[in-house]
């Protein structure tokens, strides 16, 4: 070739040159960037020209093959039968004759069905520093004609040129998956934090994270606190395992386990091949694992689980994707983080709720401000009110009104200077009705975090009851003083009498008076008697007896001196104890007396008229009623009738001697046997009273 025809050589592929610049100055994607080149090639030299641009490694070469006419097509070549690996191998270009290369690697190759002698090629340098997993490719002139105006010495230039578009084309790609991650990391980053419930934290990162790293399934294994093993379940599952049942890794087991253990991430792009690798889940679901790529989700160093994407369907797991499962794996580890916390400060929540309605004390709680913000139902019965509008939301010592003493106002500041102590104060408290309850009022501050005052607490004790018992129990000494001191009176009286011979020579007289003093002692002794039964009622030793006892016999031991007594004190007595009664279990001291309180207190309250006993037996119950006709029960005095020390003011008014232990040992004993009293009675017309217990089982 002369200089001048040189000069024109140039001159001309100049035009392919500025042809190319043209095109590709708008093309920003390399597929785009090889189509117009072998496009502009062919057409340029006439020649048909191939463009090859490697895909995934070890898998296919995208191609596009234009004829000189400019019929362009695309095709996908095996990378195994592209046999380009020998044209590249001197990294320039070169001229191959078809001929020349042995037979095996012509026969099956894609490129070399398409040559009749032979071919000119180059391969597409690219930039050096980029790792092994770059691009590849090469331009390839089929049966160039001799002369070409694209030739070995000029091509290679052409190949660089091209090359600089299709690395634009490549950075600019990045560039935008880069963006597209970017933009999916942080609409994931948004929405998890936005989320407080796992289920919707796992539900929105499955789709969008398989989508984004192309894979088969991604999974998350959460921690379990007690024991460190790995638990996948069901509903954190990718749809792929959702028929399975919960799986659980232990501690350093399966890949999972060891990424939970050491707290590294982990890539295996063939898992048969890892020996950390658990193949059982895979058995057992007929899901073929191929490759996993796993990271650890922590929370403030501590491993709370693995997030793991499975399979990726074009190549293996890289550095750019295990970067973006890290870049994913830290707000997802918070946002599960801040859903279990959210879930133990809601269960916290409620159980304290809980506590605060079932309490039987009244609370309130009042704000840094004064104002009340709950109270429980208990206050509400407290203070009289059917709802909580009356308090909640007013000042709190508008609403809790002291009878005397310092207003609640005061209290409550006291409760917010106590400094760890919890003031008490007793006070009379008015209702919606405008009566006033004793109530113990104690509180506690609740301090936040800062130390400042969030909340007070006020807890309502309800003292009436307290109080009744201190009045009962003071009753109770003064009648048992009293009771104690007239038969001791009686009997110290007639003692001195019978010293002083009063009866000397009467001995009728001297008889009486011993009777006297005979009948009080026995009165003093039944007292005594009582007292140690509750004694021993009380300390429960009646759970350990389970004798048989046989009623038909008790009540005849029972009753005929009750009958006496009562035919004494001018009444009538009447029974009707059904014969054959079965037994009942339990102790027949405690049962005698029982029956003994209840005939004796209908005689003792009876003037004048019937005292009635009746006993008898329906499927495995006995019922025995006890009945009078005496001065009967205020109906107001009813419900406290067994209550211990307990003595209705019919009783008291009218000097009937008594404890008032008598019934609520009764109930006790009953009780503890199985089985349940009731009493009816008009006041003035008589009282009834009916037990009912369990007979022995067979
Ligand atoms: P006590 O008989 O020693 O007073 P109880 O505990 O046996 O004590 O009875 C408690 C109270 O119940 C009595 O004080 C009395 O007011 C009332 N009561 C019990 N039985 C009768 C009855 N059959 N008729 C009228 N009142 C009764």
Same mark, same amino acid.
């Given at each position: ?63 596009? #093959? ?164 790995? #638990? ?11 028929? $399975? ?7 350093? /087991? ?69 970067? $973006? ?38 609370? $309130? ?114 009648? #048992?003083?009293?009771? $104690? ?40 002794? /039944? ?150 009293? /009731? ?20």
């Amino acid at each position: 070739m002369d200089k001048q025809e040189a000069v024109a050589q140039i001159d001309h592929i100049h035009a392919l040159w500025e042809q190319l610049t043209r095109e590709l100055t708008d093309v920003l994607d390399a597929h785009g960037v090889c189509a117009a080149v072998t496009y502009e090639i062919a057409v340029f030299t006439g020649v048909r020209t191939a463009v090859m641009l490697s895909g995934p490694p070890d898998k296919y070469y995208d191609v596009w #093959i234009c004829d000189g006419n400019g019929d362009l097509q695309q095709a996908r070549w095996n990378e195994a039968q592209t046999a380009l690996d020998g044209l590249s191998a001197t990294g320039r270009a070169i001229r191959q004759e078809k001929m020349e290369l042995p037979a095996a690697e012509v026969i099956d190759s894609d490129l070399w069905v398409q040559v009749e002698e032979d071919v000119l090629f180059v391969p597409l340098p690219f930039p050096t520093g980029r790792s092994s997993s770059a691009p590849r490719g090469g331009i390839c002139l089929l049966d160039p004609p001799e002369p070409c105006p694209l030739n070995r010495s000029n091509i290679e230039n052409l190949a660089t040129h091209v090359t600089t578009f299709l690395d634009r084309a490549f950075l600019r790609q990045e560039l935008d998956r880069q963006r597209v991650e970017f933009d999916i990391v942080y609409d994931l980053t948004y929405s998890l934090t936005a989320t407080l419930r796992k289920e919707n934290i796992l539900n929105q990162l499955i789709d969008p994270m398989q989508r984004i790293l192309n894979v088969e399934a991604i999974s998350i294994g959460l921690t379990d606190e007690s024991t460190g093993d790995i #638990i996948f379940e069901e509903t954190l599952m990718g749809p792929l395992f959702k028929k $399975l049942p919960p799986i659980r890794l232990r501690t350093g /087991q399966g890949i999972a386990g060891a990424v939970a253990s050491s707290g590294e991430s982990l890539i295996v792009n063939n898992v048969y091949k890892d020996e950390r690798f658990f193949p059982k889940v895979d058995s057992e679901s007929g899901f073929r694992t191929e490759s996993i790529m796993c990271v650890p989700l922590q929370v403030e160093g501590r491993v709370i689980g693995i997030l793991e994407a499975i399979n990726k369907r074009n190549g293996n797991f890289n550095e750019t994707d295990l970067r $973006l499962l890290q870049a994913i794996a830290s707000p997802l580890a918070a946002a599960i983080e801040n859903a279990r916390l959210h879930g133990d400060v809601l269960a916290e929540k409620r159980r304290v709720e809980t506590i605060f309605s079932i309490m039987p004390e009244g609370m $309130l709680t009042v704000n840094a401000e004064g104002q009340v913000t709950g109270t429980n139902d208990a206050l509400l019965t407290l203070m009289g009110f059917e709802s909580d509008e009356p308090l909640v939301g007013h000042p709190a010592d508008e609403v809790i009104y002291v009878r005397s003493g310092e207003a609640f106002a005061q209290f409550i500041e006291e409760v917010y200077e106590a400094d760890g102590a919890n003031p008490q104060i007793p006070r009379d408290i008015e209702r919606s009705d405008g009566e006033y309850v004793p109530v113990l009022i104690s509180g506690a501050p609740i301090w936040n975090e800062d130390g400042e005052l969030s909340e007070m607490i006020f807890q309502f004790s309800d003292v009436r009851q307290i109080r009744e018992l201190e009045r009962m129990r003071d009753d109770f000494f003064h009648n #048992i003083v009293h009771e $104690l001191r007239t038969p001791l009176a009686t009997i110290l009286m007639y003692a001195r009498l019978l010293r002083e011979g009063k009866a000397q020579d009467d001995a009728a007289k001297a008889d009486r008076f011993l009777g006297v003093i005979e009948r009080e002692s026995d009165r003093l002794q /039944q007292m005594v008697r009582q007292m140690l039964q509750l004694a021993k009622l009380e300390a429960r030793e009646i759970q350990r007896s389970s004798e048989r006892i046989e009623l038909n016999r008790l009540f005849d031991d029972l009753l005929p001196p009750l009958a006496d007594r009562a035919v004494e004190k001018g009444l009538t007595f009447s029974q009707k104890i059904q014969p054959d009664l079965p037994p009942v279990v339990g102790s027949k001291e405690m049962i005698y007396s029982v029956f003994k309180n209840l005939v004796e207190n209908a005689v003792k309250f009876t003037m004048s008229g019937n005292v009635r006993v009746e006993a008898s037996k329906r499927d495995s119950i006995i019922r025995v009623i006890v009945q009078d006709e005496g001065i009967g029960i205020p109906e107001e005095a009813q419900p406290n009738l067994f209550k211990r020390f307990y003595r209705a003011q019919t009783a008291v008014e009218r000097g009937i001697a008594g404890t008032g232990l008598g019934l609520y040992m009764v109930k006790e004993a009953v009780e503890r046997h199985g089985g349940s009293i /009731q009493v009816e009675s008009v006041e003035g017309e008589g009282s009834t009273f009916v037990v009912e217990m369990p007979t022995a089982a067979d």
